[in-house]
């Protein structure tokens, strides 16, 4: 199935560094989400995104919808070690008959105490 | 805690045989997605309920696959004659009442030996 680009696909930090990752898309969608899953959980919803240059922020997490709709960023300021998880990009073109989300394939954040 | 409980967390099965999978959603909330996780992927879509209505079923969803949504409540996924590639984590998720966040479950992982 159709999967959106992440990248990096890994990043191996030093606790306090800042994060930043993106997403891109062929596809313009009028919704962008991201999350976080740690190991045998489910993904948990961080940050909504709704218009194309909205930015949003939820603690040290802050998310960006690109211009174009076709991309979207987040970072993760100060990092602390409970960050550590995969985090994923999510596109919705919401109002449709589903509203079904398309994921990315993942950035696997690593944070060295 | 999403308030999306799914069951079992994890189920080991031979292949060649049938198991049933179980998701409650919030009670309020009337659409229900299954989404399908192997390792080192993001979810993939699978199929969407409105209240009892399934609306749409991906073409990952052989006809091995079964899920019903009985009076628009409670979700149940089947998967008949387990094959080794059925091995992956089954998601279930609920969206809010406006319908753009999705909200997932823990999931249930599934291992077929």
Sequence with gaps: GQQLNQSPQSMFIQEGEDVSMNCTSSSIFNTWLWYKQDPGEGPVLLIALYKAG???SNGRLTAQFGITRKDSFLNISASIPSDVGIY???GLNY???TN???FGTGTLLAVQP | ???VSQDPRHKIT????NVT???DPISEHNRLYWYRQTLGQGPEFLTYFQNEAQLEKSRLLSDRFSAERPKGSFSTLEIQRTEQGDSAMYLCANSDRGGEKLFFGSGTQLSVL
């Design chain 1, 95 to 97: 109002g449709g008959a």
């Design chain 1, 100 to 102: 079904k989300l398309i």
């Design chain 1, 88 to 90: 994923f990009c999510a």
């Design chain 2, 14 to 17: 031979k292949r060649g045989q």
């Design chain 1, 54 to 56: 909205e930015l949003t």
């Design chain 2, 1 to 3: 805690d999403t308030g």
């Design chain 2, 21 to 23: 999978f179980r998701c």
